[in-house]
Structure formats: structure tokens, C-alpha cells
T-cell receptor
Framework: NAGVTQTPKFQVLKTGQSMTLQCAQD?????MSWYRQDPGMGLRLIHY???????DQGEVPNGYNVSRSTTEDFPLRLLSAAPSQTSVYFC???????????FGPGTRLTVL | LAKTTQPISMDSYEGQEVNITCSHN???????ITWYQQFPSQGPRFIIQ???TKVTNEVASLFIPADRKSSTLSLPRVSLSDTAVYYC????????????FGTGTRLTIIP
């Protein structure tokens, strides 16, 4: 099993550009989520999904969209990148609500 | 949301037992307590989870008193590789309960 994979590992964007961060898991987990981690800070929940076709907002959803068309994939879209979105983004999945979350390696995003 | 409070940082020598305490005064009946470890440039990794009393696995123990308003992660005989940030989380659900990681405890192991 590859676990949770994220692409790309690094990305530089200009203000106003859009892009999609990819996340995939091969563990057949129902729950997936996106976090951002700013330097020296903890992780903050952006969006989450409790299953295919179901998504909801987390703590800091503004400027981001998600969709969950399959169990495996949970892409995060930045609609119009801003410097405040410079961060490391982690995707995570878990088998059931409350179980341990498995994290991907992260995507380091810089917005100029 | 059961807010958690942890020490910002701790230092310990190799070979010692390290105890990191987390306060969560507003913990709800259905909340579990979960600890994660994060190394630089990596995603967090699950360490241990518990509801009450004591839980032990191959890497750590988790002590939870009867009132569940705090919990203590115990790392036996730490090594340099245990240098990391440790996060205490309280809750069960994603989403609106905003299961946050907080800023964690930065543990530094000294040779």
C-alpha cells in the first residue's frame, strides 16, 4: 500500500493563479481531510469528507474548494491564490470517524 | 470543542522517561484523546489514543485520570529520534467541531 499520496511536493504560484493539490489514498478509507500548517504553528482543518459525494468545511475554508467523486481521491482547489495561502498542506485519511488519521507527505506551496 | 493546553517545549536527556501533560477541561463524554508526533517536513503520525484509565502500546503509554480533564503521554527511555513536536487532540468528529492540533509540545532530546 502506498498509503496517502500527495502531488506536487512543491509549488510556486503567482497571486491570482489557480491550482489543484492532489490527494489519493489506497486504504479504502471513508474519511479524508485537508489541513494547512503555517510556520511554527499547528495544523488547521480546511475541508473534510466523510465519504464519496459528501464534503464539509473545516476551520479555515475560505479560498479553497474540494470535491469527493471517488473514495480514493480528494483534491483541494485554490481558486485565486493569495500570499496568505503560502503554507504546507497535508492530506489525511482515516478508516472511521475517530480512528487514527494517516497523513500524506505534504505539499509546500508558495504564493508570490 | 474541547480546547487543549500543552507546554510549548520540553527538554530531556537520552534514556529518560518523558511525560507530556495535556489539559482539556471541557472534554465531552464522547471525546477520545489522541496523540500525534510530527517530525520536521513530515505529516503527523498517530502515537496512541485512549478514552479513560491507561492505554499502552509498543511506543508509549497514555494516562487518563477519572475526571478526564487532563492526560499524560509517557515516552519510556527516549532517544534522539524522539525529538519532535507532540500534539494532543480531543474529540471524535471532523468538521464543525474543528478538531484542531494546536501548537503542540516541541520535545528536544539531549545526548
Amino acid at each position: 500500500n502506498a498509503g496517502v499520496t500527495q502531488t506536487p511536493k512543491f509549488q510556486v504560484l503567482k497571486t491570482g493563479q489557480s491550482m489543484t493539490l492532489q490527494c489519493a489514498q489506497d486504504m479504502n478509507h471513508e474519511y479524508m481531510s485537508w489541513y494547512r500548517q503555517d510556520p511554527g504553528m499547528g495544523l488547521r482543518l480546511i475541508h473534510y469528507s466523510v465519504g464519496a459525494g459528501i464534503t464539509d468545511q473545516g476551520e479555515v475554508p475560505n479560498g479553497y474548494n474540494v470535491s469527493r467523486s471517488t473514495t480514493e481521491d480528494f483534491p483541494l482547489r485554490l481558486l485565486s491564490a493569495a500570499p496568505s495561502q503560502t503554507s504546507v498542506y497535508f492530506c489525511a485519511s482515516s478508516q472511521t470517524r475517530g480512528n487514527e488519521q494517516f497523513f500524506g507527505p505534504g505539499t509546500r506551496l508558495t504564493v508570490l | 470543542l474541547a480546547k487543549t493546553t500543552q507546554p510549548i517545549s520540553m527538554d530531556s536527556y537520552e534514556g529518560q522517561e518523558v511525560n507530556i501533560t495535556c489539559s482539556h477541561n471541557n472534554i465531552a463524554t464522547n471525546d477520545y484523546i489522541t496523540w500525534y508526533q510530527q517530525f520536521p517536513s513530515q505529516g503527523p503520525r498517530f502515537i496512541i489514543q485512549g478514552y479513560k484509565t491507561k492505554v499502552t502500546n509498543e511506543v508509549a503509554s497514555l494516562f487518563i485520570p477519572a475526571d478526564r480533564k487532563s492526560s499524560t503521554l509517557s515516552l519510556p527511555r527516549v532517544s534522539l529520534s524522539d525529538t519532535a513536536v507532540y500534539y494532543c487532540l480531543v474529540g471524535v468528529y471532523f468538521g464543525n467541531e474543528k478538531l484542531t492540533f494546536g501548537t503542540g509540545t516541541r520535545l528536544t532530546i539531549i545526548p
